[in-house]
């Protein structure tokens, strides 16, 4: 079920910030956003340990990677993320300038992106990434069927 | 151009922390949580100050909602915010779980409420607050125009 390239460096630390998740009892997603192919920011969700809806992965790594920088925009940055993002990291995507988002698994249920309110697509949406679909979605999926499955 | 009868008190507070968002050189919006009608967090765009995308009105009053709580849902309590919210804070309303959302403005060019996204929606929203708008519109609108007209 693994791919059979040698997933890229960022999205292989992001399916471990995923298990770190998991580990914490967290729904197993994890991010990072990278600058000329360095991680300036990573993050896993942390809804339950913070106590903040809004701490996605994709919220967390941008919001580290900013911090890092001392600017609100990231332009030219990249983001990894194990799972389509949803509405909410969408809009923070598009707000942060993101350059190229690189999604591991797609989210039928709940992603926003190439599903439902397909943020980008909206003339509301100021900026869109480039999109690159499908790296590292048998292992993300894998994940997440696992953490599900002990939870029921 | 002021309303016709008295502004609700969460709504009016939103509107002061507008004015102070202005005040530091930020767009000026402001929102409030309420539980029981009782403030239990507040917010004001706060991108610049704190290098952070994220920090729209909106989420920075759910955060501090949140953690307040100590709950990473606010089920049962009110958002009041001065414009209609971007598609990454209509994500973090439904994911927090708000359940009444009182809108100043409307914005026609970057709202995913009632244009473009359309957030509450679809089917990928898991979570739709009831919807009351145009509470202390004029106020609001006027507010943004001074202050983009001050930029131009």
Chains 1, 2 share one sequence.
């Not at 920011?41 to 920088?69: C, F, K």
């Not at 909410?88 to 926003?112: F, N, W």
Request: charged content about 20%.
């Amino acid at each position: 079920m693994s791919t059979p390239f040698p997933l890229p460096q960022p999205m292989a630390r992001a399916l471990d910030l995923a298990r770190r998740a998991a580990q914490a009892g967290e729904v197993p997603i994890g991010a990072v956003v990278t600058r000329d192919g360095v991680i300036i920011g990573e993050g896993e969700n942390r809804n339950r340990r913070d106590s903040d809806p809004t701490a996605h992965a994709e919220v967390v790594a941008i919001r580290a990677a900013s911090v890092a920088l001392g600017d609100y925009r990231l332009t030219g940055c990249d983001l990894w993320v194990t799972l389509e993002p949803c509405a909410m990291c969408a809009g923070a995507i598009s707000h942060a300038r993101i350059a190229r988002l690189y999604v591991g698994a797609a989210d039928p249920k709940g992603g926003a992106v190439e599903h439902g309110a397909r943020v980008f697509t909206h003339p509301q949406c100021h900026h869109r990434p480039e999109l690159y679909s499908g790296i590292g979605e048998s292992e993300s999926s894998s994940l997440l069927r696992t953490f599900f499955a002990e939870r029921r």
